[in-house]
């Protein structure tokens, strides 16, 4: 049974996610390891990770993820938000590792008015000049794969196999998927059949072995549709049957799953501990 949890929030302290995890069921948990919506970063403190450590270990949550600033854009054509993009990067790499966390997932980025093997270079000059920066450290970085809405790279399983292929640490490099970008980027989920052709292609292109983190979101819009909206557990687009295969994949059984679906609650309920109880219901045993 792989771990489950869900992205929460670092309001009041770094310690305070974990004990919002364990509050809500979670397995795991997801957090940003700064304001997600500003540059700037507050120093981290070794009181904010020893707290934060002692509170994984209180608690039995484990497998702490980072989510990059969505600020950030590694394939961008303008030199001053490319530099800006990879000093953040580096930044946030920094601080997963002092608070001991070993992967901090990043949306790739996008090419905006250059093109996509133009922005997929830039992506690798990024990456090669953020690992120089941090050579020695432990936390690495995780790419998404994406719904590809717009000009953002990530969408195709061959865009992430491209960066993977082309930095010069490949070893600090894996991969967390998400299964609502999945579909909307057009890999069909739907039947048996459809998901293990999907899950063959990923394997094929990138390894599976790369994967170290996926994403649970139902999809708000349509196989192929482009567009990044997530939904409740069995609510959108995908229903049940991808997550109920995805959670009884030996492939996957070690490897941690975390939602980001809206912080809402039904019936005086959080909605993440809905969707847990959802998620854990399509464990076969």
């Not at 000093?87 to 996509?116: C, M, N, Q, W």
């Not at 000009?151 to 991969?175: C, D, M, Q, T």
């Not at 567009?227 to 009884?248: A, C, Q, S, T, Y």
């Amino acid at each position: 049974m792989p771990p489950l949890g869900a992205h929460m929030s670092i309001a009041g302290g770094y310690y305070k996610a974990v004990d919002l995890a364990h509050e809500a069921g979670c397995d795991c948990v997801q957090i940003f390891s700064k304001n997600n919506n500003q540059w700037r970063a507050k120093p981290l403190s070794d009181d904010d990770a020893a707290r934060f450590q002692e509170a994984l270990a209180r608690t039995g949550v484990g497998h702490p993820l980072v989510h990059d600033s969505y600020l950030i854009n590694m394939a961008s054509p303008d030199d001053a938000l490319w530099q800006k993009s990879a000093e953040a990067f580096e930044l946030e790499l920094v601080r997963a590792d002092k608070l001991g966390i070993p992967y901090v997932v990043a949306h790739p980025g996008s090419y905006t008015v250059s093109s996509e093997q133009e922005g997929l270079d830039r992506i690798v000059a990024a990456l090669d000049r953020v690992h120089q920066q941090t050579a020695g450290i432990g936390a690495q970085v995780l790419l998404e794969n994406t719904a590809g809405q717009g000009s953002n790279l990530g969408w195709r399983f061959e865009h992430l196999a491209y960066l993977i292929a082309k930095v010069a640490e490949p070893h600090r490099v894996g991969v967390c998927i998400d299964t609502c970008h999945t579909l909307a980027a057009g890999y069909p989920l739907a039947t048996r059949e459809e998901y293990e052709s999907t899950i063959v292609e990923l394997d094929r292109v990138i390894g599976l072995a790369r994967v170290k983190a996926i994403h649970l979101n139902d999809s708000k819009q349509g196989l192929g549709s482009r567009v990044d909206r997530h939904e409740h557990i069995g609510r959108g687009k995908l229903g049940l049957e991808p997550f109920r295969m995805l959670l009884n994949d030996p492939r996957f059984a070690s490897v941690p799953m975390y939602l980001e679906t809206a912080k809402e609650q039904e019936n005086g309920e959080e909605m993440d501990v809905v969707n847990l109880r959802t998620l854990r219901g399509l464990l076969q045993s």
